[in-house]
């Protein structure tokens, strides 16, 4: 089984890896490599297998991640975004047998799902919404200034917030489902950046109606700490890790190529290289370990709530977009000039643009300033972990 898997990741890798340029300097959605992600049935591996899915872990979604960030930051992005979105809807699901049907749908058709949570200027601020649910019997709907709204325009269906009526707080949000022939886009910002170019995450008018139950009745705080937040910041790790793999490899393989080509004599970035795969391992074992944290308490509710373990994840985030972005500057100095073009087999121009939104996706400085109370109420450590 687990050979299958990577088969059929390799196979939409190397699709991927193929359009991974005209995607990026384009500024295109990577619709090749989607084409081959649904064609291998790799959309809905987090989905019970009742509802068309794989009843795959997030450590699975993870290793997808990594391998498409190897080739295709944007595809690897985008999947990551997608795998967050129906860990949100499948963990928080409703009973009633429309939203049940609404979860078949996703994973028979193997749908792509965006998500709108990023409202008119709030920025990251995504615990407060302006626009509302209005409701008309049995009826919701929703007119919403979604000014980041990656991939938007290729979903098959969008995963947004919302406030729980006109009468509700800015904080009391809900999270509703909402397919294709559900909403309408009008295209209100474009997307021309340095790198996540294939991300395409424009800024549109959201306007959207569908059936209440397509409403998860689960407050979207809950859902935000128990799922949005620890499966994105996983899957991004996963993601960034990705990246910096591709790089390294690229570093690796000049070394080796002016080794040959000088009789053993190594080049001058020799060591950035070195620098570069020990920076990797280091990072490498930062997002096993957090997989390996979440999945122990991923049954457990109280325990992906407590504190300790929302801070650890916050902090985790904000050091793997750091050490990815310092594997990828070790191993573009590791090559040179070779790096620093565009074309050639050792660019590693793409790789560094791409990474560099690591450290605002959501901005580091935010998340510092949100956990500074939390990191002096949990003290340090008395003494060092037991080796086994």
């Known amino acids: 089984m687990e050979g299958d898997l990577a088969a059929r990741i390799a196979a939409v890798a190397a ?37 068309g899915g794989e009843g795959r872990s997030v450590a699975d979604a993870a290793q997808i991640c990594y391998a498409l960030g190897k080739v295709c930051s944007s595809t690897s992005m985008i999947y990551a975004m997608h795998s967050a979105n129906v860990a949100c809807v499948v963990n928080h699901r409703d009973d009633s047998e429309h939203f049940l049907a609404c979860l078949r749908r996703i994973g028979v058709n193997q749908m792509l799902l965006a998500s709108s949570t990023t409202e008119g200027q709030n920025g990251a601020n995504v615990r407060a919404s302006a626009a509302s649910l209005v409701h008309t019997g049995d009826i919701v709907s929703l007119d919403r200034d979604a000014s980041v709204l990656s991939y938007g325009a290729d979903a098959d269906a969008i995963v947004t917030t919302a406030r729980r009526s006109p009468e509700s707080l800015p904080s009391d949000q809900v999270l509703a489902l909402f397919f294709h022939d559900d909403y309408s886009l009008q295209r209100t910002s474009k997307w021309d950046v340095m790198g996540m170019r294939g991300t395409c995450s424009e800024g549109f008018r959201l306007m959207a109606k569908g059936r209440r139950e397509q409403v998860l009745s689960e407050p979207y705080d809950r859902i935000h700490r128990r799922s949005m937040v620890p499966v994105t910041h996983l899957l991004w790790a996963a993601c960034w890790a990705g990246v910096a793999a591709g790089a390294v490899t690229r570093a690796q393989s000049f070394v080796r190529m002016v080794a040959r080509a000088q009789k053993g004599a190594l080049p001058p970035g020799a060591p950035c290289a070195t620098q570069a795969s020990l920076s990797l391992s280091t990072l490498v074992r930062l997002v096993d370990s957090a997989l390996a944290n979440y999945l122990a308490r991923a049954s457990d509710g109280k325990a992906l709530e407590e504190l300790g373990f929302q801070t650890e994840l916050n902090l985790r985030k904000v050091s793997a977009s750091e050490l990815a972005i310092t594997t990828v500057m070790h191993a573009f100095n590791a090559c040179g000039i070779a790096a620093y073009r565009n074309d050639g087999d050792f660019s590693v121009s793409r790789s560094l643009r791409d990474i560099l939104s690591s450290a605002i996706m959501i901005n580091n400085s935010r998340i510092l300033a949100n956990v500074s109370t939390s990191c002096l109420i949990g003290g340090v450590p008395d003494s060092l972990s037991r080796l086994q």
């Open 15 to 51: 699709v991927a890896a193929r359009h991974a340029d005209t995607v990026d300097a384009d500024a295109r959605f990577p619709a090749e490599a989607f084409a081959e992600l649904k064609a291998q049935k790799l959309m809905a591996v987090l989905l019970p297998h009742v509802f």
